[in-house]
């Protein structure tokens, strides 16, 4: 679902519209207070479908601003995005994720977050290094992509790429010592 915070300015009223698919569907007041009248003319000012705000922007323009809410990705979600584009990248087919991964995931995230001493920018970092340097492993490694296995064996895998280079260095350029 997307949102969009809608500033009438006059009233320095704020409320959230949500949009499923691009159609708008969700009403929230989130500052200031609305009247029976503004209540009964609110649908004038709301977009009905997500393509439509530009339209809406420029119609009211100085009087009501229309504002996306941009939503930060989790921790999680970098994680599993970056394993998702190297699983499909290295096996050309896309991956069966189920709860029993996303509980190994959560664990590799535990334990990366440990070794950058609770940074999350610098922990992705080395789980993307750790992605990239798979072709570096041991055959046996190469053929188990399943984030189950990585994590079970998450240790040998670090410590197979720390004797390769004995410091990782991620892509910012910050040096990561395994």
């Keep these: 679902m997307n949102y969009l915070l809608i500033e009438i300015q006059k009233t320095n009223t704020i ?12 009403l929230e ?5 609305l009247n029976k009248t503004q209540l009964k003319s ?14 809406y922007k420029k119609h009211f323009e100085n009087r009501i601003t229309y504002n996306p809410v941009i939503k930060q990705k989790t921790l999680l979600t970098q994680f599993l995005e970056a394993w998702l584009q190297f ?7 896309p991956p069966k994720y189920t709860g029993a991964d ?14 950058t001493g609770g940074v999350d920018k610098e922990a992705v970092e080395l789980w993307r290094l750790v992605l990239d340097k ?8 190469k053929s188990n ?15 197979a790429i720390k004797q390769q280079n004995n410091t990782v260095v991620g892509k910012s350029g910050s040096s990561i010592e395994l």
């Design 134 to 141: 798979w072709d570096t492993l041991s055959d046996f490694h």
């Design 29 to 33: 007041k989130i500052k200031g207070k």
């Design 87 to 93: 699983y499909e990248n290295y096996t050309q087919m």
């Design 15 to 26: 409320i959230k519209a949500g949009y499923k698919l691009g159609v708008f569907c969700k």
């Design 42 to 55: 609110i649908g004038q000012i709301i977009p009905a479908q997500e393509q439509d705000i530009p339209v």
């Design 102 to 115: 996303c509980n190994a995931l959560k664990s590799i995230i535990s334990h990366l977050k440990k070794l």
């Design 145 to 159: 992509t399943d984030l189950k296995y990585i994590n079970s064996k998450l240790n040998i895998i670090l410590n």
